[in-house]
């Protein structure tokens, strides 16, 4: 199983950029989807953004969004570096929340949250308005 530690949350002004990493241990990311997902007080943990494990052919590196943070939040990947990146712009109040980072040994195209079978301990992000 894959261990994830999550860094770069804080506090910021509505409008600006947080950059969220995660590092893997334990094995590779390149064999797993990774996903990002964040959890507000008193509500579900909810879907961000995904990246779609390397060497499915049709879906090598794919990305893909919560429409509610579309054009705002990119996904990335560093494989030599093993670690998974969320960069978030023109940050929002309701963007605050604990981020976590996620992986699934799974080859579905956006897996739902419970094949996600590793799970970072989360970082917070606070958005002031």
């Known amino acids: 199983q894959v261990q994830l530690v999550e860094s770069g949350g804080g506090l910021v002004q509505a409008g600006g950029s947080l950059r969220l990493s995660c590092a893997a241990s334990?094995?590779?990311?390149?064999?797993?989807?990774m996903g990002w997902f964040r959890q507000a007080p008193g509500k579900e943990r909810e879907f961000v953004a995904g990246?779609?494990?390397?060497?499915?052919?049709?879906?090598?590196?794919?990305?893909y969004y919560a429409d509610s943070v579309k054009g705002r939040f990119t996904i990335s990947r560093d494989v030599p570096k093993n670690t998974v990146y969320l960069q978030m712009n023109s940050l929002k109040p309701e963007d605050t929340a604990v981020y976590y980072c996620?992986?699934?040994?799974?080859?579905?195209?956006?897996?739902?949250?419970?094949?996600?079978?590793?799970w970072g301990q989360g970082t917070q992000v606070t958005v002031s308005s």
């Open positions: 334990g094995r590779t990311i390149s064999n797993y989807g």
């Open positions: 990246i779609s494990r390397t060497g499915i052919s049709w879906t090598v590196g794919t990305t």
């Open positions: 996620a992986a699934t040994g799974g080859t579905r195209y956006k897996p739902p949250l419970h094949e996600y079978d590793s």
